[in-house]
């Protein structure tokens, strides 16, 4: 897709992509005149540069910890709120041949938002974590020195056995499969697979709770504003791709969106959309405002260094590398992406 717009080609309507790189290179179309103070901030601080708006983020998503209702009733277990809590839960299906949390390691993106959501709940989220990302982005931070300690306190998945080496060759189907046959008491995704739980266990009786830390609180949900919609700078039909987007910001086009995307929120001002049941357990970290994904906030590091922290997560489940080469690996990375 990049190759395109360096070209001047590529479709229309782009979505994901808008960066301060991207944006400096000319790829996209100030959407300021005609969008400026529709959306909330909150949605459109991350395409949003020099105070041009150049992308709509659409409905928030966020992952959490999805949960098998009845095998927490047949075991007389409660909702975790700590860490600790869960790693008691996760014993207890342990002891009953019954895997804890379901989770396809072969995908990178999903061991790197594992860790992310401990490091969310016991570093980034904290007072004392809160202008990590900007830090880490500009190079006075890096991630070894601040965050080792929720590294090395994810590894306690691996150490108590709920996650192990073989799952680095699980696909994300395969987990799901585990989640809805009654195999794996957890798995931890977002909305966009709810259909698919649904399809493959219509009878299911599903929940979520935040993602856990070992300090409490409500938990953190891993997420931010849905991926945004610019219009390329290049496009020899503008003026239809901005009805397009005038089409999608209003509730009636927020709501078609959500209807194929449930359980996020719009960012479109005046809108909002009820969230289904299963969701009631994540309420408090929702009221609270603890929905974030720390990557958003890395700037022009943010796609590399996802894939680099995702690998370096593999490597520390299948014993390649420690927590602490993992982490200085990760920060090399990002030291070379600043120099260019």
Do not use: C, H
């Not at 975790?80 to 002891?95: G, H, N, R």
């Not at 590894?155 to 189907?173: N, P, S």
């Amino acid at each position: 897709m990049k190759t395109q717009l360096a070209a001047g080609e590529g479709p229309d309507i782009v979505g994901g992509l808008i960066d301060e790189t991207t944006v400096k290179l000319g790829y996209f179309e100030d959407l300021t005149p005609r969008f400026a103070g529709k959306y909330y901030d909150s949605g459109t601080s991350y395409v949003t540069f020099d105070g041009k708006l150049y992308g709509l983020p659409q409905a928030s998503w966020f992952n959490g910890i999805y949960y098998n209702v009845d095998l927490f009733k047949k075991y007389n277990l409660q909702i975790p709120k700590t860490l600790d809590e869960y790693f008691a839960v996760a014993k207890t299906f342990q002891d009953n041949g019954i895997k804890p949390q379901a989770i396809g390691l072969k995908n990178a993106n999903v061991a790197m938002q594992s860790f992310i959501a401990l490091a969310l709940n016991d570093y980034i989220g904290m007072p004392e974590g809160k202008g990590f990302d900007e830090a880490f982005r500009t190079g006075s931070a890096s991630m070894k020195e601040a965050l080792l300690p929720a590294l090395n306190t994810w590894t306690e998945y691996l150490k108590r056995g709920i996650f192990t080496k073989d799952m680095l060759g699980l696909e994300e189907e395969q987990a799901i499969d585990e989640f809805t046959s009654g195999k794996a008491a957890m798995f931890q995704t977002g909305p966009w697979y709810m259909d698919t739980f649904k399809q493959k266990n219509p009878a299911m009786n599903i929940g979520m709770f935040p993602n856990l830390g070992t300090k409490g609180g409500p938990g953190w949900m891993v997420g931010g504003p849905g991926v945004a919609f610019g219009i390329n700078a290049k496009s020899t039909a503008k003026e239809a791709a901005f009805q397009v987007l005038e089409l999608l910001s209003t509730p009636e086009g927020q709501e078609a969106y959500w209807n194929d995307n449930k359980g996020g929120s719009s960012f479109l001002k005046g809108v909002e959309f009820e969230m289904p049941a299963e969701y009631r357990d994540a309420q408090e970290a929702f009221k609270q405002g603890n929905v974030y994904f720390p990557p958003n906030g890395w700037g022009a590091l943010r796609n590399p260094i996802i894939d680099e922290l995702g690998k370096m997560i593999q490597a520390v489940v299948g014993g390649q590398e420690t927590p602490e080469q993992a982490l200085a690996s990760v920060d090399k990375k990002a030291a070379a992406l600043r120099s260019k």
